[in-house]
């Protein structure tokens, strides 16, 4: 039986989502079934569309057109400019799209970038990001973020926090909690049936034996042992700096960095095209680019699609794992 399609939200209409939904479609076609949750005279002008009624129509449009399952949106799409009267219509887009998925209507979630402030400011939006929104929607407190491409998979314990305040947050049960969503993911999302994991220190050279810091011998440590001593295969506490190259990598499945910059300055050097922004925990699929809404060159016909393509891809391999 074959699955039902992508549910993709439009995203922030002023940035480039609308572009990039068009370039994804215009790749995939109908291989990767998706449709597209938003207002449809927001797309770039020419762009050939269908109007469907219900997700499972989507494969059958995509043959003459970008499949729209149409959301009312107040006022027209000015590229790089946010209009308050639509941040509304974009909460509501990312609603009915969890609201499919949880419905068995569509096999997984795909977003495009929202403008945090923008919601903010015009729908009162109180979540630092989609994230939280959607653990929030489904009912998930514990969520992760994975950045995933080709050539590496990463998730930070700690994202969007100061450097100051990170050895303060990385307590034993936040650790633990993001090894074994990301060792659940990695199995039942990824179709890996016994994950390899690589965790590293926070301090230069992995603390180097408490001499440059204790958070590894005080805290990391101990919770890794612990897991191996449940049947997890965990290397670490590593020295990052060593963890990234080539040889490095295919000892492991992913890799749990310590902190924001730690996770992403790798995969985005190694991949800055293509990565792809993975929520674990959650009862469903949801995938994303790993960028913004860029604004400053909405409209301008120049946004590079390759992410959002390999969000959609990865999206539909990751709904096929989980049958």
């Known amino acids: 039986m074959s699955l039902p399609p992508i549910a993709l939200t439009c995203g922030e209409p002023a940035g480039i989502g609308p572009e990039l939904a068009v370039a994804a479609w215009e790749v995939l076609g109908s291989d990767v079934p998706f449709f597209l949750i938003g207002a449809p005279h927001h797309l770039p002008e020419g762009t050939p569309f269908v109007e469907i009624a219900q997700p499972?129509?989507?494969?059958?449009?995509?043959?003459?057109?970008l499949p729209v399952l149409p959301l009312d949106m107040d006022g027209p799409r000015v590229p790089g400019t946010p209009q308050a009267a639509q941040a509304k219509g974009v909460v509501a887009a990312i609603e009915r799209g969890v609201s499919l998925v949880a419905s068995g209507k569509a096999s997984?979630?795909?977003?495009?970038?929202i403008h945090k402030q923008a919601l903010s400011d015009g729908a009162g939006f109180a979540f630092p990001g989609h994230t939280e929104f959607l653990g929030h929607l489904s009912d998930s407190p514990e969520v992760v973020m994975m950045l995933a491409s080709d050539q590496l998979r990463v998730v930070p314990a700690t994202i969007h926090i100061p450097l100051a305040e990170v050895p303060a947050a990385l307590t034993p049960e936040l650790l633990d909690t993001r090894i074994r969503i990301t060792?659940?993911?990695l199995v039942r999302d990824f179709g890996i049936s016994a994950p390899r994991l690589a965790v590293a220190g926070l301090n230069p050279h992995a603390g180097e034996g408490g001499k440059m810091g204790r958070e590894e011998i005080e805290v990391i440590a101990p919770v890794?042992?612990?897991l191996r001593a449940e049947g997890l295969d965990i290397a670490g506490p590593l020295s990052a700096d060593t963890m990234f190259?080539?040889?490095?990598?295919?000892?492991?499945?992913a890799a749990i960095a310590m902190y924001h910059d730690q996770a992403l300055i790798p995969i985005k050097t190694l991949d800055f095209d293509r990565g792809v922004n993975v929520t674990l925990g959650l009862p469903f699929v949801r995938t994303s680019p790993d960028h913004g809404t860029a604004l400053d060159i909405a409209g301008k016909g120049v946004a590079n699609p390759s992410s959002t393509i390999e969000a959609l891809r990865l999206a539909w391999r990751m709904a096929q794992a989980r049958g």
Do not use: S
């Open 108 to 113: 997984a979630l795909c977003t495009l970038p």
């Open 183 to 185: 060792h659940a993911g």
């Open 224 to 226: 890794l042992d612990r």
């Open 245 to 253: 190259h080539a040889a490095a990598r295919a000892r492991y499945d």
């Open 56 to 65: 499972r129509d989507a494969a059958e449009a995509a043959r003459t057109g």
